[in-house]
C-alpha cells in the first residue's frame, strides 16, 4: 500500500509559528444572552475549494456562506486566481443562504425520536454553478443542491394582462387550483384543432422581463432506512460517484445516484450483543485513492480497508494501534482511549486522529504506532473522575489538518482550540480562544512546550509537561466546549464553532 | 392582448402555462410542446419558441427533462431536416445541467437528430457544438460530450476527424473521472465508426489508458467496452491486443473488476475465436469459477450455461464441469443458487449420457439443498431437464423437495412453490400429479397467509386450465367445495375466490349446476364480509350464465342481499343488480 509516495517536501527549518488573527465572527452571542439549544452549531465544513464554508445546528438548519474576498465576479474567478494576491488578503466569508435540512421525527415501529440535529455535512462536486452537498442526522442521508434561480417575471400572456406582474399570472392561476391541467375543459388540443400552415398569429409565448436571481435549496435525494443505529459520519469517495456513512455497528456504500439501495461493506455486530466490545467512531475515504477507507473505534484503534479484497471488508488491510503502555491502566483507559474523530491529509499519507486526551498523527505506511502525538488535555488526567460523573468525558471533539499537512488543530473546553506544528523539528503549540480576541487565554497556556529528547521512540510528545499552569481548573469551563472545527482547504484559515457562533481566524 | 378567439383558448392557456408557477402544469405544457409548434407555425418555431426554450434552462429536473425529450422528435415542426440545426441550442444547454438524467436524455435526443441531420450541417453546427461541450469548462458538459462523437465521427472532414480522435484521447485523461467513465463507457460506440488503421492505433491506446486507469470504477466499464471492441477488430488483432487485457482484468485487485469480467466474459469467446478462447478465456474462466470473493463466484456461476454453449460438449465436461460440481457445494448459498438457476440449461449442452453421469448427481444435491431458492431455481428450470433425459430419473427426488418448500415457514418460498405448480403438473403428468401434489393444492387454499391462498385460488384456475374441467370435475371441485362449510369466514371467502376464478374455465353448464348453488347457500351467511362477496361474485357470474338462470337464480338472491342490515352488503347487492341491469339492456 503506497499512500502517497510523494513525501511532504520540508524546508530548510520548521515552519515559524503561525500567529493567528482574529477575521470573523457570525452569530455572535452578547453578554448575557442565552443560547438556544437549536441554534447550537452541530457540523462545519468547508468545500474543496474553500470558496464555501457550511455549518450545520441541532435545529436541522444548514447554513452557507461564500467568500467574498476572491471571488468577487464568477467570470472573473479564473483571472483572480491567476494574479499574485495582495499579502494581506485573507478569506472573507458572507452569509449566502440558508435551508431547514432536517425535522424531528418520530419512528414509530421502534417509538424512538429522531433528532433533526445535523451531525456530518459534506461537499460534493460542484457542477454547472451549483453547489451539491450531503447533510446527516442520526438517520436520514439527503443530497441538496443549492442553485440561482431566476425569479420569473412574466409578461405578454396571450390572456387576461396579468395586474400584478411578477405575483405568478393570474391568467392561469384559475386552472392551477385544479389537479387537472387547464385543458381538461378545453379539450385536448392534439385531436380538436388543425391549424394554418403558417400557424396563429395572434398568439404570443410569454416573455421574461426580469433578470433577477435568488438561491433555491432543493433537497435532491433522500438515503433513509439503512441504519439501525447512528450516523456518526459520513464521506465521499474520490470517484465522485458512490460515498459512505458510517453508524456505531455497520458501514454502508451508496451511489450518490442511488437513493433507494445500499451495500453494507463493514459489520462490525457480533452475533450476540452482549459480545460487543467496540463500535465504529468516524470513518473517512482516502482523498485520491477510490478502493480504501479508514474507520476509527472507540478501543482507540485506525482500520484502513481495501474495497478491491473483498465485498464485505471485514477483514481490514490495515491496523493502526498504540501498543498500551504497561501498568498504567485504569478504568478511564478505555473510555478516553476512544477515538472520536478522524481524518486524511489532503496528500493522503497521514491520518489524524482525536482521542480524549490526544491528537496522534499516523503515517499510513507505518502501523506499529504513530508518528507524532500531540497532548490536548494532559491536564486533565487528574480529573478524569469528575468528568466522567458529568458525562464530559464522552465528548466527542473534532479535529482537522491544515491544506500543506504542517499543522492540525482540535477543540478543548472553555471554546478553546489547539494549533500543533507536525512537521519535522516544528515545536509550534497554540492555544487560542474562540472570541474576537483570540490570543488573551495564551499566557496561561503553554505555549513552548520542551521537545522529548528520546531518540529511541519517534514519537514527539509535546505540550504535556506544563499541565500545572491550570493547577486548579476552575477556569476550565466544561459547558463550553469546541467541538466542530475545520481548516481551510488551501489556506492558513480556520471556522470553529463556540455554540451559536461560528468564529474564523487567520494567520 | 386578451383577444383570443374562443376555439384558441386551450392553446393560449397551454402557451401561457410554460411560465406558470405551478409545475405539474409547466410539465403539462412542455409534453404539448408540439401542438404548441403547430399552432406557432414552423417559422415562428423556430424564431420564437426555440430562442424561448433554450432561455428556460433553470427550470426544474422535471420540466428539463421532459424538454429534452420533447426536442428529440422536434424535427418536423421546425420545418424538416433543414433547419434541423436550430434544435441544437436549447439541447446543448441541457447538455450541460447538473442532473445526470437531463444530460443523458438531452444526448439521446441530439444524436437522434444527428443522425438526420444532412451532412454539411453536421460539419457546421453539430461539431462545433460537439468541440464546445468537450472543452467546457464542467466536467457536466465534458460528460455529455463523449457521447455525441459517434455520431459526428463519420460526416467529418479527414482533418476534423484527426482532430475528433486526438479530443475523445484527451477526455479520456481528464481529470473528472466522472469523464473518463463516460469516455470509457461510449468508447465501444465511438470505436464502430473509426476506419480500421486508426482503430488499432488511436483507440486502442485510449482503451489502454482506460484499462490502467487509478479508479475501479473506470476499469469497470472498460471491462464492458472489451466484448464490443473485439467484435470491431480482426480475431488475429482482438488475440493480441483484447485478449491479453482481459486475462489481466480477470486478476485485477479489485473484485469488482473481476465481478464485471465474469460477467462479459463469455461474449468475448467468439470474438477471440475457439484456439484462444481454450487456451486462455477457459482457464481465466475456471479462475473466476474458483475465486476468492463470493460475488464474483455469483456472477461466473450465472454465465456457467451461457460460456458453455459456446464451447464444445468436451471442453465443458472437462473443464467446466469439475468447477461446477465443486459451485454446488459452496459455502455461499447465493453461489449455490446462481448456479441453481441456470445450471439446468446445461442439460442440452452435455446430451443425456453426460447429464445423466455428471449433472443428475449435481441436481440432486442442489434439490436437497438447506437454502429454498436453491431448490426453487432448480425446480423452475425442470423443463429443460425433461426434455433431455425425462423426469422419471428426477421425480424421486422432486417429490420430498416440493413438499418441503410447500411447507417453508417463509411465506415467500410457499408463494414461489404455488407459482411452479402449473409448470410441474405439466411436466410430471396428471398421474403424478394426482397422486402426490393434489393434496397439497387443497392444503395451500386454507393457508394463514393471504397472498399464499389467493396464489392458491388462482393455482387452482390454472391446474383446470392445464388438464381440462372434466379432470377437475373429479380432482378439484369437489374438494374445493367441501371447504366452503369451513368454521373460520376467512376460508370460506377463499373459497368464493376461487369460485369466481373457476366458473369462466368450467363453463356454464358445470357452473350452474354445481357452483351456483353453493354461492347462493353462502348468501345466508352469517358473515357480512361472506355476503358481500357473494353478491361481488354473483355480479361476475352474470355473463357466464344463461339469462334465466340469472332471472330465476342470481336476481332474487341479489334483491334479498340489497335489502340485507349490513351497508357494505346492501352496497354490492345494488352493484351487483345495476351491472345486470346494463346487461340485460345490452343482450335485448
Not at chain 1, 527549518?13 to 452569530?27: E, I, T, Y
Not at chain 2, 433553470?58 to 425529450?69: R, S
Request: glycine share 4%.
Amino acid at each position: 500500500m503506497n499512500g502517497g509516495d510523494e513525501v511532504v517536501t520540508a524546508p530548510a527549518g520548521p515552519p515559524q509559528p503561525l500567529d493567528w488573527k482574529f477575521s470573523q465572527v457570525f452569530g455572535e452571542r452578547t453578554a448575557g444572552e442565552e443560547v438556544q439549544e437549536v441554534d447550537i452549531i452541530s457540523a462545519i465544513e468547508f468545500d474543496k475549494t474553500g470558496d464555501h464554508l457550511a455549518t450545520g445546528d441541532r435545529g436541522g438548519r444548514v447554513v452557507l456562506f461564500e467568500r467574498t474576498d476572491t471571488k468577487d465576479h464568477d467570470a472573473l474567478r479564473r483571472d483572480l486566481e491567476r494574479m499574485d494576491h495582495p499579502i494581506n488578503r485573507h478569506p472573507e466569508f458572507r452569509y449566502k443562504t440558508e435551508f431547514q435540512s432536517h425535522e424531528p421525527e418520530f419512528d414509530y415501529l421502534k417509538s424512538l425520536e429522531i433528532e433533526e440535529k445535523i451531525n456530518k455535512i459534506r461537499w460534493c462536486q460542484t457542477a454547472n454553478g451549483a453547489l451539491f452537498l450531503l447533510s446527516t442526522n442520526d438517520k436520514t442521508i439527503k443530497f441538496w443542491k443549492v442553485q440561482e434561480k431566476k425569479v420569473k417575471k412574466i409578461s405578454e400572456m396571450n390572456l387576461d394582462p396579468p395586474k400584478a406582474v411578477g405575483n405568478g399570472c393570474v391568467a392561469s392561476s384559475s386552472n392551477s387550483n385544479s389537479p387537472t391541467p387547464g385543458l381538461a375543459n378545453g379539450g385536448s388540443p392534439d385531436n380538436d384543432f388543425s391549424f394554418p400552415p403558417g400557424g396563429l398569429p395572434s398568439l404570443r409565448l410569454p416573455v421574461v422581463t426580469s433578470q433577477e436571481t435568488n438561491l433555491v435549496a432543493r433537497c435532491r435525494r433522500v438515503y433513509a432506512h439503512a441504519h439501525d443505529y447512528h450516523i456518526n459520519s459520513i464521506s465521499n469517495n474520490s470517484d465522485g460517484e458512490t460515498f459512505i456513512s458510517a453508524d456505531d455497528l455497520r458501514i454502508n456504500l451508496w451511489n450518490l445516484e442511488i437513493s433507494n439501495q445500499s451495500f453494507n461493506i463493514v459489520d462490525v455486530k457480533p452475533a450476540n450483543m452482549e459480545d460487543l466490545t467496540e463500535v465504529i467512531t468516524s470513518a473517512e475515504f482516502h482523498p485520491t485513492h477510490c478502493n480504501m477507507l479508514a474507520y476509527s473505534s472507540s478501543k482507540g484503534s485506525i482500520r484502513l480497508i481495501d474495497l478491491r479484497q473483498s465485498a464485505l471488508c471485514d477483514s481490514h488491510a490495515k491496523l493502526f494501534e498504540e501498543p498500551e503502555a504497561p501498568g498504567s491502566r485504569s478504568f478511564f483507559t478505555e473510555i478516553i482511549a476512544s477515538i472520536s474523530d478522524i481524518k486524511f491529509a489532503k496528500d493522503g499519507r497521514y491520518m489524524l486522529s482525536r482521542d480524549y486526551m490526544t491528537l496522534k498523527l499516523w503515517d499510513i505506511n507505518m502501523d506499529s504506532g504513530p508518528v507524532s502525538t500531540f497532548q490536548v488535555h494532559e491536564y486533565l488526567r487528574p480529573k478524569l473522575c469528575d468528568l466522567y460523573e458529568n458525562d464530559s468525558i464522552f465528548d466527542k471533539f473534532e479535529c482537522c489538518l491544515s491544506g500543506d499537512g504542517l499543522r492540525v488543530a482540535t477543540g478543548s473546553y472553555s471554546n478553546l482550540f489547539r494549533v500543533f506544528g507536525c512537521a519535522p523539528g516544528s515545536t509550534e503549540a497554540t492555544t487560542l480562544e474562540a472570541s474576537k480576541n483570540p490570543v488573551r487565554r495564551q499566557v496561561q497556556m503553554p505555549s513552548r512546550p520542551s521537545r522529548s529528547l528520546s531518540s529511541i521512540t519517534r514519537v514527539v510528545r509535546r505540550g504535556a509537561e506544563t499541565s500545572g499552569v491550570d493547577a486548579n481548573g476552575n477556569s476550565f469551563d466544561f459547558t463550553t466546549k469546541l467541538l466542530h472545527l475545520a481548516w481551510h482547504p488551501t489556506e492558513n484559515s480556520i471556522a470553529c464553532a463556540a455554540a451559536n457562533s461560528l468564529y474564523m481566524y487567520y494567520a | 392582448m386578451a383577444m383570443i378567439d374562443e376555439p384558441l383558448y386551450p392553446i393560449a392557456v397551454l402557451i401561457d402555462e410554460l411560465k406558470n408557477e405551478d409545475i405539474q402544469l409547466r410539465l403539462n405544457s412542455i409534453r404539448k410542446l408540439s401542438t404548441i409548434a403547430r399552432a406557432l407555425g414552423e417559422e415562428r418555431t423556430r424564431k420564437e419558441l426555440i430562442p424561448f426554450l433554450s432561455e428556460n434552462n433553470d427550470d426544474d429536473d422535471e420540466v428539463l427533462l421532459a424538454m429534452a425529450e420533447e426536442l428529440g422528435v422536434f424535427i418536423p415542426y421546425v420545418g424538416g431536416v433543414e433547419h434541423a440545426n436550430v434544435l441544437l441550442p436549447p439541447l446543448e444547454t441541457l447538455c450541460i445541467v447538473e442532473e445526470t438524467c437531463v444530460r443523458d436524455k438531452a444526448v439521446e435526443s441530439l444524436c437522434r437528430i444527428g443522425a438526420q441531420m444532412r451532412e454539411q450541417d453536421l460539419v457546421e453546427f453539430f461539431i462545433p457544438l460537439l468541440k464546445r461541450l468537450a472543452a467546457g469548462e464542467w466536467f457536466t458538459a465534458r460528460v455529455s460530450s463523449c457521447g455525441l462523437f459517434h455520431i459526428a465521427y463519420p460526416s467529418a472532414p479527414e482533418a476534423l476527424k484527426t482532430e475528433l480522435r486526438t479530443l475523445y484521447g484527451q477526455l479520456c485523461q481528464d481529470d473528472m473521472p466522472m469523464v473518463r467513465r463516460s469516455a470509457a463507457t461510449n468508447l465501444g460506440k465511438f470505436a464502430a465508426t473509426v476506419e480500421a488503421p486508426h482503430l488499432k492505433v488511436d483507440i486502442m491506446s485510449m482503451f489502454d489508458d482506460l484499462t490502467q486507469d487509478d479508479q475501479d470504477s473506470v476499469r469497470l466499464l472498460a471491462v464492458e467496452g472489451c466484448a464490443a471492441l473485439g467484435k470491431l477488430l480482426e480475431p488475429q488483432d482482438c488475440v493480441a491486443h483484447i485478449l491479453p487485457v482481459i486475462v489481466n482484468f480477470s486478476q485485477d485487485k479489485s473484485w469488482r473488476v473481476r465481478y464485471m469480467v465474469a460477467n462479459q466474459l463469455y461474449e468475448l469467446c467468439e470474438a477471440v475465436g475457439p484456439e484462444p478462447t481454450r487456451s486462455d478465456l477457459v482457464p481465466a474462466y475456471v479462475r473466476l469459477l474458483r475465486d476468492n470473493e463470493a460475488e464474483v463466484r455469483i456472477a461466473a456461476a450465472g454465465k456457467v450455461t451461457k460460456f458453455c454453449r459456446i464451447l464444445n460438449s468436451e471442453l465443458a465436461i472437462q473443464n467446466i464441469l469439475p468447477c461446477v460440481k465443486e459451485l454446488s457445494t459452496d459455502s455461499s448459498q447465493h453461489v449455490r443458487s446462481a448456479l441453481a438457476s441456470v445450471i439446468m440449461g446445461m442439460a442440452p449442452i452435455l446430451g443425456k449420457d453426460a447429464t445423466i453421469e455428471q449433472l443428475l448427481p449435481i441436481f440432486l444435491s442442489l434439490l436437497k439443498d438447506e437454502f429454498p431458492d436453491v431448490r426453487l431455481n432448480i425446480i423452475s428450470k425442470l423443463d429443460q431437464v425433461n426434455q433431455v433425459i425425462g423426469i422419471d430419473l428426477l421425480s424421486q427426488s422432486l417429490l420430498p423437495a416440493i413438499v418441503e418448500l410447500a411447507e417453508d415457514r417463509h411465506w415467500r418460498v410457499r408463494l414461489a412453490i404455488i407459482e411452479y405448480i402449473p409448470l410441474l403438473a405439466s411436466q410430471l403428468g396428471v398421474g403424478f400429479f394426482d397422486d402426490k401434489l393434489g393434496a397439497l393444492c387443497m392444503q395451500w387454499l386454507k393457508d394463514k397467509v393471504y397472498s399464499i391462498r389467493d396464489a392458491a385460488a388462482n393455482n387452482v384456475k390454472r391446474l383446470t386450465e392445464e388438464f381440462g374441467p372434466d379432470w377437475a370435475m373429479q380432482h378439484i371441485v369437489p374438494q374445493v367445495l367441501d371447504m366452503i362449510n369451513n368454521p373460520h369466514y376467512l376460508y370460506r371467502m377463499t373459497i368464493l375466490h376461487a369460485v369466481s376464478l373457476l366458473a369462466p374455465v368450467m363453463g356454464k353448464d358445470i357452473t350452474c349446476s354445481k357452483l351456483l348453488p353453493v354461492v347462493i347457500n353462502a348468501s345466508k351467511d352469517s358473515v357480512p364480509n361472506i355476503k358481500f362477496n357473494v353478491a361481488k361474485v354473483l355480479q361476475s357470474l352474470i355473463p357466464i350464465v344463461d339469462q334465466s338462470v340469472v332471472e330465476k337464480t342470481i336476481r332474487p338472491c341479489l334483491v334479498e342481499l340489497s335489502e340485507d342490515p349490513d351497508v357494505d352488503v346492501r352496497y354490492f347487492a345494488t352493484q351487483a343488480l345495476q351491472s345486470s341491469d346494463q346487461q340485460m339492456m345490452m343482450s335485448s
